[in-house]
Every structure is written in structure tokens, then in C-alpha cells.
């Protein structure tokens, strides 16, 4: 995620001096991307009123209880025509897993539990960016296909990047390990590749947004337009025929 941030930067043709991101891992981001201040995401970010001109929100938006909260303090932080990078996991993220474990869980305990956290669509959360108050806001989307050896190996990659089950209404008692052999069991039957590894998806969403100022490009009054959609197009512009009428009928 470190060399998309990264690569995304470069597409914009300008210089940042006044920079900072916000993880969970300070430490492990420090070091892939250098130069940053790193600011913890807690609930209150540690962000001073208009001192940045770019801040990356790395890998915990997905986390937050109050996301647009999160966006709108990067915002206050931000100097005009300031820019806000966020990556993040969206909703196909683990799909594979939550299929199985739901199997499993309706097969040997008799019914389900929250067990993966829900995260967000692209269209929502790009609606989020405009609800903080993000100027030319973008929301991209990065598929990655992963494959483990076994399921009991993806989960244990999760439990390393911090991504266990976090839920309030999670089941608190002890899962019996017959559940996780019997998930393992189906994810193996369900989605393993020609080599016998299983795959998880992981949709990686990018946002970008712009901290409102004058300079920015300004989209046009409706019916404003010079010039016709269908001459730019070439093509012949046909007007829409009339609905039925119902008295008719």
C-alpha cells in the first residue's frame, strides 16, 4: 500500500513539505514512507488547524467508529488546497472467509455470529468524503487476489496485521476448533487454486479529496452549456419517446 500511496503521489504535480499520516503502526509506516509526521488514529487526532499540505490516512479508516469524523478533522488540519490520501479495505474484502465461516458456524454451533467486520462500498464512502467537506473528491478501488496455504495460514497473517475480530457483538466464549477445521475443510472444497492454495480478496480503497480554495476548478451552472453533447459525440440525437398513457388501457 506504501508504493501505491506512493505512486499516486507522483500523479500530482506538486511538492509537499508540510506532511503527515495516520496509522496504526507509526513504526512500520515511518519507515515505508519517510518524511511524514506520524499521527496515531485514535478517536482525536493529533493534527494541528491548518498545518499541512498533504495527509495520508494509511490502513485504519476502515477501523474508525466516526470515519467521516476522522476525514472532517484531516480537513480541519489541512491548509487550503490541501490534499487527503486514504487507502483503506472496502467490502469485498475477505468475502472467501466470511462464506465459510458462516457455513461452518450455521453447520457445528446452530447459527451465526459477527465474525468479519463489515466495511465500506466504494460509492459510500466516497459519499463520506463529501460529507466532510472535501473539495474534488475521488474514490478508486485495487483488487488483490491472495493465496495462502491454508486457510488456518490466512488467519494467522490476519491476526499479524491486526486485523482480528474487534466486534462488540462478537461471540466471547471460545470457538470449539471443530468450527475452524470445519471452515479450513470449506474454504479448501470452496476456493483453492489449481496448486491446492486457497485465495482471499482483499479490495483495497483509495480516496482522494482537496481542502476547498478559491483556485480550485469550479463545476459549471446547469444549463450553462455552448456547446451540444451529441456534436462532440458525432452522433444523431433522437428525443425520448412519450410514456403510454394509461387512460388508453
Not at 504535480?13 to 503527515?20: E, G, P, Q, V, Y
Not at 487454486?193 to 480554495?213: K, N, S, Y
Amino acid at each position: 500500500m506504501a508504493s501505491e500511496v506512493e505512486e499516486r503521489l507522483e500523479l500530482v504535480n506538486r511538492s509537499f513539505t508540510d506532511r503527515a499520516i495516520v496509522s496504526g503502526f507509526p513504526d512500520l509506516w515511518g519507515e515505508l514512507l519517510p518524511g511524514f509526521r506520524q499521527i496515531r488514529d485514535t478517536e482525536i487526532l493529533d493534527l494541528e488547524t491548518r498545518s499541512y499540505d498533504l495527509i495520508v490516512h494509511a490502513m485504519a479508516l476502515h477501523w474508525a467508529d466516526d470515519p467521516v469524523g476522522q476525514m472532517a478533522q484531516a480537513l480541519h488540519a489541512l491548509r487550503p488546497d490541501g490534499l487527503f490520501l486514504a487507502c483503506m479495505f472496502g467490502g469485498e474484502t475477505l468475502n472467501e472467509l466470511r462464506s465459510v465461516l458462516a457455513t461452518a458456524e450455521a453447520a457445528e454451533m446452530g447459527g451465526l455470529s459477527p465474525r468479519v467486520a463489515p466495511m465500506g462500498e466504494i460509492r459510500d464512502v466516497g459519499a463520506l468524503m463529501q460529507r466532510a467537506g472535501f473539495a474534488l473528491p475521488v474514490a478508486d478501488r485495487l483488487p488483490l487476489t491472495v493465496s495462502y496455504q491454508s486457510a488456518f495460514h490466512l488467519m494467522h497473517d490476519l491476526r499479524a496485521m491486526g486485523e482480528t475480530n474487534a466486534l462488540q457483538d462478537r461471540h466471547r466464549a471460545p470457538s470449539p476448533r471443530r468450527l475452524f477445521l470445519r471452515a479450513a475443510e470449506e474454504y479448501s472444497n470452496a476456493f483453492s487454486d489449481d496448486t491446492g492454495r486457497v485465495t482471499a480478496t482483499f479490495e483495497i480503497l483509495f480516496l482522494t479529496g482537496w481542502a476547498p480554495a478559491a483556485s480550485q476548478p469550479k463545476p459549471l451552472r446547469p444549463g450553462s452549456a455552448t456547446a451540444r453533447l451529441a456534436d462532440a459525440l458525432g452522433t444523431e440525437e433522437k428525443p425520448l419517446n412519450d410514456p403510454p398513457d394509461p387512460s388508453n388501457d
